[in-house]
């Protein structure tokens, strides 16, 4: 079981209309600095998520309903230090924060 990490600090939104073939209503590309780590992408209520997956150079795309859409991008506007991971045994991904205090308020 391989599990790869990044930690991002900086991200652009893209969002789509609705006669996007792909099915995406949104993508989230996530950088380190000015390197490129990964995409969230977000695909239409009722509409078939492909499993997330990692390139050959280690880039992450982690792919979601557009229903998380909402709580994805408040975790990436109030959280720090942020981390996307993928794991290659189940081809899960997900976005985290990192260990955090109990009662710890952002500022």
């Known amino acids: 079981m391989a599990i790869t990490n990044h930690s991002f600090d900086t991200y652009r939104v ?6 996007n073939t792909y099915g ?5 590309n996530c950088y380190s600095g000015s ?3 990964g995409s969230l992408y977000f695909y239409k209520e009722g509409a078939s998520v492909p499993a997330s997956s990692k390139t050959g150079s280690g ?7 557009e ?7 408040t975790t990436l506007r109030e ?7 993928f ?3 189940n081809n899960w991904g997900w976005v ?3 260990q955090e205090p109990v009662g710890e308020e952002e500022s």
Not at 24 to 28: D, H
Not at 67 to 73: A, G, H, P, S, T
Request: hydrophobic letters at 30%.
């Open 14 to 19: 893209y969002h789509y209309n609705a006669d």
């Open 24 to 28: 995406q209503t949104a993508v989230v």
């Open 35 to 37: 390197s490129f780590k």
């Open 59 to 65: 880039y992450l795309y982690l792919r979601f309903s």
């Open 67 to 73: 229903k998380q859409f909402n709580e994805i991008i």
């Open 79 to 85: 959280e720090k230090p942020l981390n996307m991971g």
């Open 87 to 89: 794991n290659d045994s």
């Open 96 to 98: 985290s924060t990192s």
